[in-house]
């Protein structure tokens, strides 16, 4: 139990204080005009209070992945703690806070567009495909799971479902971002804050026994560590997708001075619900034999908050596993429809553009509703922390331009190319070469981009 409670209190001094230096090596400004202010239209440009930002910013980079890639987490045991902490103060934090004030100094620009900036043409071009493509993958996966809950629960057709959670998405896509999104996304982000604090309260009050750390591997299937469970627990520690939902809230955000609260400091709730429903999860069945027993994460999601938290629990059960999944596939699309502008230089602002935009996406969204793709999906949690190491050294990139300590995002985005490069050789989804071929190999091309990275500032100093 006290390695959960240092834990937690470790986020927390990691926001004020890590937090802080971040803020302070990036140089935000409180005198300098946002995009809201600048570039307002009415749509995606709009001002909005910065409580309200990091509600939706928090709702936007979380839905279930801190607590569905937590609870696959906690199969490791406690020392998924570890990588919750450190991930998300000196990685994930990192990246959603750079991005999105990157965006913000860039008139609001998607990653596509940030990345292509800082690390080349070619880069921008696969970025534009890589960071649709992933976001449709989102989008699709979350209009078929809740469709598929509600059916289990209600008996509703389930083609009557998927059409209903489609024109929501379509409303939320092309509608102005404070009509549906500003109004309902502070509602589930404070039921989703709500929920993980009953979770610890119950974990705590009724005297469950959480683990204390130790560097073992506590996986029933003796899972190597390392690098499953670092593409496990992906959104409470380090995301990709996160860096496709930051510049929709840095085209909100009415004072640079706002962005560590809503970027940073919502990557630390989010880190914050992740250790919760880790704890939880390794706990309340007994260790992580019981954990894999009890079934797939939604069915442990709901029987510990049943059991936790009652009738009450029961409905934040079903906003957890139905709700919070339609609230990521919304601003999927969302995003989907800001990046394809962007690399089309299209305004959004009237109407007709937007649906111009929008109608392409949902017919192939729709068409992939009928494809079993359950084998591409295997490939998402690899894709998705690739994306976030790309805008890491992106991030990384922009901060040597500007002549500041780029070691804050090139130190994670190293790393995280040793994760990304070594799972792809090992796992089954990959080249399956084995640990003794994809670890080194992970170490050999992760040195060799920081290499080339150091290489490339060298060369810009000698040329200046």
């Given at each position: 139990?006290?390695s959960?409670?240092l834990?937690?209190?470790a986020?927390v001094?990691?926001y004020f204080v890590y937090g ?9 400004k409180?005198?300098a005009i946002?995009?809201a202010k ?5 749509v995606?440009?709009i001002?909005l209070?910065?409580k309200?930002a990091f509600?939706?910013q ?5 839905g279930t992945g801190?607590i569905?890639?937590?609870?696959a987490?906690?199969?490791w045991g406690?020392?998924a703690?570890l990588?919750?902490v ?6 994930g934090a990192?990246?959603?806070?750079l991005?999105?004030?990157?965006s ?14 800082y690390l080349?043409n070619?880069a921008?071009?696969?970025?534009r495909f890589?960071s649709?493509i992933l976001?449709?993958l989102?989008g ?12 289990s ?12 959670i489609i024109?929501y ?12 999104i ?5 509602l589930?982000?404070?039921?989703l804050l709500?929920?993980a604090?009953?979770?610890?309260i ?6 469950y026994?959480v ?19 670092f ?10 997708f996160?860096?496709?939902q ?10 640079e001075?706002e962005?560590?609260?809503v970027f940073y400091?919502?990557?630390i ?13 390794m706990?309340?069945?007994?260790g ?9 994460p939604?069915?442990v999601v709901s029987?510990?908050?049943n059991?936790l938290?009652g009738r ?5 059960a ?8 339609i609230t ?13 502008a962007?690399a ?6 009237p ?7 929008a109608?392409?996406?949902f ?12 084998i591409?999906w295997?490939y998402?949690a ?5 994306l976030?190491?790309?805008a890491?050294?992106?991030?990384a990139?922009y901060?040597a331009t500007?002549n500041k ?7 994670p985005?190293?790393?995280?190319t040793v ?9 089954k989804e990959?080249?399956r070469?084995?640990m ?5 190999v ?9 290499g ?6 060298k ?6």
């Open positions: 139990m006290y959960f409670i834990s937690m209190v986020l001094v990691g802080k230096i971040v803020d302070r090596i990036f140089g935000s409180a005198d946002t995009p600048r570039l307002s239209d009415g995606d440009y001002e209070d910065w309200k509600l939706i928090f709702l936007n980079i979380a801190p569905f890639g937590a609870v987490g906690a199969m406690p020392v703690f990588w919750i450190f991930g998300c103060i000196f990685a990192v990246h959603d806070f991005i999105g004030m990157m913000l100094r860039d008139d609001g620009a998607t990653v596509a567009e940030i990345v292509g900036k080349g070619g921008r071009t696969f970025m890589f649709v976001l449709l989102v699709v996966v979350f209009i078929m799971s809740p469709a598929d809950i509600l059916n629960m209600t008996g509703i057709n389930r083609f009557i479902l998927i059409g209903i024109i998405y379509m409303l939320a896509t092309i509608l102005p971002v404070d009509k549906i500003g109004k309902i996304y502070p589930f982000g404070g039921c709500i929920m604090a009953g979770i610890a119950g974990i705590l009050g009724e005297g026994h683990p204390e750390i130790v560097l073992k591997n506590l996986h029933p299937d003796k899972t190597p560590i390392f690098p499953y469970l593409i496990s627990i992906a959104c409470g520690a380090i995301s990709g996160h860096a496709t930051s510049p929709m809230m840095a085209r909100c955000l009415k004072n001075k962005g560590r609260r400091g919502s990557m709730a989010e880190g914050i619900v992740a250790l919760i429903w880790a704890a939880a999860a706990s309340f069945f007994g992580t034999e019981g954990l894999k027993a009890a079934g797939s939604g069915v029987t510990i908050s059991t938290l009450f629990g029961g409905i934040l079903i906003l957890g596993v139905v709700a919070c999944p990521s596939g919304d601003t999927a699309f969302r995003s989907a429809r800001m990046a394809i962007d089309l230089q299209y305004k959004q602002g109407f007709k553009n937007r649906f111009i935009i109608i392409p996406l017919i192939i969204g729709i068409g992939l509703c009928f494809i079993d793709f359950q591409i295997r998402f690899w894709s998705n922390q690739t976030a190491t790309i890491l050294w992106a991030a990139k901060l500007e300590n780029y070691w804050i995002a090139a130190i985005g190293t790393f995280m994760v990304v490069t070594s799972y792809i050789i090992i796992a990959g080249l070469m084995g003794s071929v994809g670890i080194p992970g170490l050999i091309v992760a040195l060799c981009s920081l080339l990275f150091l290489k490339s500032l060369k810009k100093s000698q040329v200046a």
